[in-house]
Each structure stands twice: as structure tokens, then as C-alpha cells.
């Protein structure tokens, strides 16, 4: 387990923050690097071309480590909407197909879906909550060559429940199925590994598990899919955009490898350090490790007060939901709040996502306070 990392948060003692699925703070180093980045544009005659390249390229490279593929796979983003628009723009489905999606599914990964469906003429098919809390099994005893495109999670956002993506992957190639990921409830918080996967899109927002500032993302795309068309038509994705002189020579060519997909303005100087510092910092802990010391907290909260909405072996160790007979009260919140600790309510379960910051200390006093009311 990791040693506490509070100290390098701005959490003040008496806060139990652990709500790190609806928003994470931000580190100081964080807001170091994009205050200076900010302020960088208050003196432009000192930012240059490759200036708009460079520390893009630096994220490119640190998000690659994250997905395990290249740099050349990996596009910069704004929001989990924006790498889901991009899939869905560019996975052709036929007519009577179906587009897989789970019960409760974030909405930014089924609007696009039933938008792409209604517009072939395929189908929605919903796998429903497991009996048991076993999506991967609900999701494999549906998955056929009948299904175009699984929409999925890693971690399904209303459960916690996990799904091993490496055995889904296997089946959807074995189907022709394509797979595209939202893993903004995971990645940085639960290793992933896009080689053994083999998603044909994943995207994941900064704003949660990476640690990062709001309107961030990555997505990565698989090499098929690089020669694809992506949502915007500007200059920045261009072969030539590195030549400011030269951007009126108007080009046909794109950058290499998924560039294309990048956002427009993606050289945010305020953001993009912003997001290099945290993902370096995810980095130097491990991810893995990450992994097993937020695991020991929900573990210890379960032990307490218990049981979690599925079981044990089918959840993600960083992401706790509790779920009782009775859905929670609508008082529960500011009652926790009185007490500066903080969680959500999600669908009828109470969700628990601590981080590094958190410590046993905070686990319990949610114990005790749960317990009483
Ligand atoms: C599973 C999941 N995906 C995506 C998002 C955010 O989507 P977007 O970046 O499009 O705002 C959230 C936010 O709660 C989420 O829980």
C-alpha cells in the first residue's frame, strides 16, 4: 500500500473526501503547472510554434504508458463525449445489427449510441443488472455476431462492478464486434492494457481518476481506425501545422497516427501542463499500486458497513458502491456534509471512491456516521 499522499493535496484536516468518481481534487504541483501555464499567455511574444507542439507531444507520450500502446495511437480530448462522438462517427453499422450497452450505462455512452442506432436501423441491446454482479458474464451470454459494436465501461459507474475487458475483447474479435471504452471511471485508478484489450476506441476524461483538471481527456484509437475522419476540420490535426508561414498552402494530409482526432486548440497552455503533472504523478506511484491502497479503504468500509451492491470478486477495488434494501435517504448528503465527508448517491446506491489521499481515519468516520444515521 501506498503511504498517505494527502500533504500533496489542498484537503484541510476534519475534510473526508471521498468522492474522487464525481470529481478529484487537484494536486498542488498541479495547480502550480497550470497557473505558470496560464501566465505564460500574458507574455505571447515568448511562445512560439513549437511551443504549441511540445508538451502536447509530452501528454501524448504519458497517456500512451497509461493505455499501454503508443504515442502515435493517443488523441487529446476535451470531455468523455467528445472520444465517444469520434467512435461513433466512425463504426459503421448495418441495418438490423445491434449496439451492445449496459443497464444504468453513463449517458455519454448511449445517447451517441441510440442516435447511430436509429440512424442504421440497428438495434439497442441492454444487458441488465446481474442477479449475481457479474457483468462480464451478463455481457459474454449476449455477445454474438449479431452485435455490431459493444459500448462498455471498465468499471460499470452505478455498481462498481468490473469487467474484464481481456476476455470481452476476445470475443468481440472472435464476432467481428467492435469494442469502444469509456473508461473515465478507471483508468489511472485500475490498470488497463489497450494490447491485450484491443479496443477499437478508449477514452477516459481527465477530471476524475487521472487526477486532472476539467475539459481534459485522452482517447486512444486502434491503428485501423487512424485513417478515419475526425469531428473537426481544422488547422492543428494538419501535416503542415507546425509551419505557421505555411498554413495557406492548404493540405489533404493529416498528422500521423490518431493526431487527427485531436481537439481543436488542444495546445491549452494553462491545461495541458496541468494534466502532465498528474499523470506523471499516477505514473510515479504505479498504478497498480494505486489500485491496492484505495482496495484496502473500500475494503475496510465493506467490513463495516457492508454489503457493497456486488460482490467481491466482480467489483473494482477503487470504486465502492453500497447498496441496501432501501434506496438512501435524500438527507443522507447534507446530513454527511455536516460532517465534511462527502460521497454521492448514484441510481439507489451510496458511492465511496477514496483516492491516496484518503486514510483508514476517513473510512471510519463515514463508518461511524453511516452507522448512526
Ligand atoms: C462513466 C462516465 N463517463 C463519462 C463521464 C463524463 O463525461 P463527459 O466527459 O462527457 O462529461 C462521467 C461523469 O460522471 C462518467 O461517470
Not at 80 to 94: F, H, L
Not at 170 to 187: K, P
Not at 191 to 211: N, R
Not at 329 to 358: C, F, K
Request: glycine residues 8%; hydrophobic residues 40%.
Amino acid at each position: 500500500m501506498l503511504p498517505g499522499q494527502s500533504d500533496l493535496f489542498d484537503i484541510p484536516k476534519g475534510v473526508a473526501y471521498l468522492n474522487c468518481a464525481y470529481m478529484s481534487p487537484l494536486m498542488h504541483s498541479v495547480v502550480e503547472a497550470s497557473s505558470a501555464g496560464l501566465a505564460r499567455k500574458a507574455r505571447p511574444w515568448e511562445i512560439t510554434s513549437d511551443d504549441f507542439f511540445e508538451q502536447t507531444e509530452i501528454l501524448r507520450g504519458l497517456a500512451a504508458r497509461l493505455f499501454c500502446c503508443t504515442a502515435d495511437d493517443v488523441a487529446l480530448v476535451p470531455s468523455a463525449s467528445y472520444g465517444i462522438e469520434t467512435a461513433a462517427r466512425n463504426q459503421p453499422v448495418a441495418r438490423g445489427k445491434k449496439i451492445l450497452v449496459l443497464a444504468e450505462q453513463f449517458p455519454s455512452h448511449v445517447y451517441p449510441w441510440r442516435r447511430v442506432a436509429s440512424e442504421s436501423g440497428a438495434e439497442i441491446l441492454t444487458v441488465g443488472w446481474p442477479e449475481d454482479g457479474d457483468w462480464t458474464s451478463a455481457v459474454l451470454r449476449v455477445l454474438d455476431d449479431s452485435v455490431a459494436i459493444a459500448a462498455l465501461p471498465h468499471t460499470q459507474w452505478t455498481s462498481g462492478g468490473l469487467l474484464d475487458l481481456e476476455r470481452i475483447g476476445r470475443e468481440c474479435r472472435r464476432n467481428g464486434t467492435a469494442l469502444v471504452l469509456d473508461l473515465t471511471q478507471s483508468l489511472g485508478a485500475y490498470p488497463f492494457d489497450a494490447e491485450k484489450v484491443q479496443p477499437d476506441f478508449a477514452v477516459a476524461a481527465g477530471y476524475k481518476w487521472l487526477l486532472s483538471p476539467y475539459s481534459t481527456g485522452i482517447l486512444y484509437v486502434a491503428p485501423k481506425w487512424q485513417q478515419g475522419r475526425p469531428l473537426e476540420d481544422g488547422w492543428v490535426q494538419r501535416d503542415n501545422a507546425r509551419r505557421f508561414a505555411e498554413l495557406i498552402h492548404y493540405t489533404g494530409g493529416y498528422l500521423p497516427g490518431a493526431r487527427r482526432f485531436d481537439m481543436g486548440e488542444h495546445s491549452n497552455f494553462a491545461l495541458v501542463p496541468a494534466v502532465i503533472a498528474a499523470v506523471r504523478q499516477i505514473l510515479d506511484w504505479g498504478v497498480e499500486e494505486i489500485s491496492q491502497s484505495i482496495g484496502g479503504l473500500t475494503r475496510r468500509l465493506i467490513e463495516r458497513v457492508g454489503p457493497a451492491a456486488v460482490p467481491e470478486q466482480f467489483r473494482a477495488p477503487h470504486y465502492l458502491c453500497l447498496r441496501g434494501a432501501a434506496s438512501p435517504s435524500p438527507a443522507l448528503l447534507s446530513r454527511l456534509a455536516d460532517e465534511r465527508i462527502y460521497v454521492s448517491v448514484r441510481g439507489a446506491s451510496i458511492r465511496v471512491t477514496p483516492h491516496v489521499y484518503n486514510s483508514t481515519h476517513d473510512v471510519d468516520r463515514l463508518a461511524e456516521v453511516l452507522l448512526r444515521l
